[in-house]
């Protein structure tokens, strides 16, 4: 199983870009990178995953490095609702098991 | 969080009582997993299903059973429920288009 590493918290100013860092330097050429973010004590909510192109979709991006051992989730214009816990993972192959880290607190401040 | 519904939400049990938590889906998903999550921790995964009739062990499967007797249904047992197992219990569904998880279930053992 791909073993992800966030740092722990970020913050961000309201109105402005936070770009999420994760390394995944033991991902195979064909795991997906997924990104979770969790707010309070809620379950966790889908925000995108990739292969090897970036992505976009209404929430956030996906860059993702051509060497594929790291990828970064920007979301564009931080609100105060994107305070959340946000985990990078590589579910495993044969499984799809979802292997969760600590993840990074991000703190959108106003 | 359409799609996968668990029940109870909130259960206080006595040590050495039992329960049986339900994820029950209508998405048509052949897997299922069942993780707990402990305060200031990421999910932990306990069981999971990857069809109809087949469970294995997660991360933390000591003093849980699980049964997957209908494809829509994953069931999570505590036969003798102990203090430490004082959690929140997600059920997660889904695989390779993105994973749906409910919304908890709040144990406590007194």
């Known amino acids: 199983d791909a073993k992800t590493t966030q740092p722990p918290s970020m913050d961000c100013a309201e109105g402005r870009a936070a770009n999420l860092p994760c390394n995944h330097s033991t991902i195979s050429g064909n795991e997906y990178v997924y990104w979770y973010r969790q707010i309070h004590s809620q379950g966790p909510q889908y925000i995108i995953h990739g292969l090897k192109n970036n992505e976009t979709n209404e929430m956030a991006s996906l860059i993702i490095t051509e060497d594929r051992k790291s990828s970064t989730l920007i979301l564009p214009h931080a609100t105060l609702r994107d305070t959340a816990v946000y985990y990078c993972?590589?579910?495993?192959?044969?499984?799809?098991?979802?292997?969760f880290g600590q993840g990074t607190t991000l703190q959108v401040k106003p | 969080n359409a799609g996968v519904t668990q029940t109870p939400k909130f259960r206080v049990l006595k040590t050495g009582q039992s329960m049986t938590l339900l994820c029950a889906q209508d998405m048509n998903h052949e897997y299922m997993y069942w993780y707990r999550q402990d305060p200031g921790m990421g999910l932990r995964l306990i069981h999971y299903s990857v069809g109809e009739g087949t469970t294995a062990k997660g991360e933390v499967p000591d003093g849980y059973n699980v049964s997957r007797l209908k494809k829509q249904n994953f069931l999570l047992g505590l036969e003798s429920a102990a203090p430490s197992q004082t959690s929140v219990y997600f059920c997660?569904?889904?695989?390779?288009?993105?994973?749906?998880f409910g919304s908890g279930t709040r144990l406590t053992v007194v």
């Open positions: 997660a569904i889904g695989r390779y288009s993105g994973y749906t």
């Open positions: 993972i590589v579910p495993s192959g044969n499984t799809g098991k979802l292997i």
